[in-house]
Structures are given as C-alpha cells and as structure tokens.
C-alpha cells in the first residue's frame, strides 16, 4: 500500500479570506466544477489539448480512456496538486489556477478525494483515519467528534469497524474507509480515482451501490475516473472519453455505445 501520508494535502487555518471564498462558493448558483481550454504536457509529451468539462452539483461524470491518456493528472489539476500550463478551472464558481497556497486549501477543504489505493494511515486506526481531517479542520469537540466519526462510518456501513487497523480490513473495506474520510468536512465535490480497482466483481458491485448512495444523500458535484466500465454505467450520469489529450465524445452510457468513432467503438466493446 502507498503511504497514506504522501497524499495529504497542506493544513491551512481559516482565515477570513478563506471564510470569504467558502462563503461564495456554498452560495453560487454555478456549476460546481467549469474547465475550459485545459492544457497540460510534461516536457515534449502533451497530455491534455484543450479539456472542456462542466459537473453541475448533483451530477457524476465517468472520465474513461486508455492507460496515460491523463485521467488521473485531470483529477490532479482541479484538485490544485499540479498546475496547468494553460485554462481555466473554475471550482464553485472561483478561479483557482491563480489562487495562493492558503487560497486553494480553502477550496480543497470543500473537497473530498477518494485515492486509488484508499491511502488510509497504516499506523492509524479506523476511527483514527476518519477523524484525521475532522482535527485538522475543525473546532470540535471529543465528544463532537467521535459522533461525527460513528456517523461517517454508518454511513458506509463500516460503523462496527471503527477499531480496527486498515491491515485488519479487506480493500472493499478500506474503500468504504475512504469514502466515509472523504465526507468528513462535508465536500461539494467529490474525485475518486479508480474506486473499483483491485475488486472482485461483487465487491465492486457493492462500492458502486455506496456511492450511488451517498451522492443521493449528499447531492455532490463527482468525477470518477475509471476503467470499468459496468461501474461507470451504474454511477454516473454522464461519460466523457479521453484520447490523445482530448475529450473525444461526452455523454450517456448509450451515447457512447452507440457512436460510429471507431476508437469509440473499439473501447466500449473490448470487454464484450
């Protein structure tokens, strides 16, 4: 497992110009996420060529493509770890390429992140991990806290778990760690990379009917990026398929089965 502690974004104390941006975006009526004319390349290799993607709360959009077509630096880019070169990301409503670290960490604590590998601390427990953000971010109290950490955890139904360690878990029950870490600070936008993966198909089944769940429950802006194809049909609303550094088609799951692009076509069959 990669170390948790790899992924954890910068703490940042709310300052009054953090409240102010908080404030805006909880009252806009914007989408919750706008890119428009998103370039990103490492060196000679571009990776995304103009990317134009609108998630609206409520909404999940599935980003689909090939292995290295740039899925996971998307997710990286609107989530503030990487810059693009050029573009705009707007994130409720607010502009963040041009934010300062204090800035973009007051956007970042509306956002939840789901890892690949669930990234929980290995040397935290359950109820550790769920409360790590909560002490972080928040005022609360002890006795706040743990019933906020009891809540997190019903809600992905691992609430009889909170003392056990992520080694004494299985990967279904690290993801649903995960999402219920992701929640903490009550997100309006949701990212989550390859939730799926390393599942078997019942498990998988079962994380996608949790996050089916939550997203009624919580009525989040989320982008799933994935490879599963099943998966993607179940959560989300929308699908958007990466090739060569662009979105090439966007749409519903029978949109993109029904399309006459041949490298459409070849993706969506290549599990028939």
Not at 153 to 162: A, F, I
């Amino acid at each position: 497992m990669m170390p948790a502690e790899q992924h954890v974004l910068p703490a940042v104390e709310e300052s009054a110009a953090s409240r102010e941006i908080i404030g805006a975006s909880e009252k806009s009526d914007a989408p919750a996420v706008v890119l428009r004319d998103l370039h990103k390349a490492f060196g000679s290799q571009i990776v995304l060529d103009g990317i134009e993607l609108t998630v609206k709360s409520g909404d999940t959009l599935a980003m689909l493509g090939r292995s290295g077509t740039g899925k996971s630096v998307l997710l990286k880019l609107i989530i503030g770890l990487q810059k693009p070169d050029s573009g705009s990301i707007r994130l409720h409503d607010q502009e963040i390429t041009r934010l300062d670290l204090e800035a973009l960490n007051a956007i970042r604590k509306k956002m939840g992140f789901l890892f690949q590998n669930a990234a929980l601390y290995d040397s935290l427990s359950v109820e550790q991990n769920i409360a790590f953000p909560l002490k972080r971010h928040t005022k609360m109290t002890d006795s706040e806290l743990g019933d906020r950490v009891k809540e997190l955890l019903s809600s992905v139904g691992m609430e009889s778990d909170l003392k056990k360690m992520p080694s004494d878990i299985s990967g279904g029950m690290q993801k649903r760690v995960g999402l219920a870490r992701a929640l903490a600070l009550e997100p309006g936008i949701l990212l989550l990379d390859e939730p799926t993966a390393g599942l078997d198909p019942i498990t998988s089944g079962e994380i996608d009917e949790l996050i089916l769940k939550l997203q009624e429950e919580h009525h989040m802006a989320s982008i799933v990026v994935t490879h599963d194809l099943q998966s993607a049909r179940t959560i989300a609303d929308r699908l958007a398929l990466l090739h060569e550094g662009s979105v090439i088609i966007e749409g519903s799951f029978e949109d993109l089965e029904k399309s006459d692009n041949e490298f459409v076509s070849n993706f969506m069959k290549r599990d028939s």
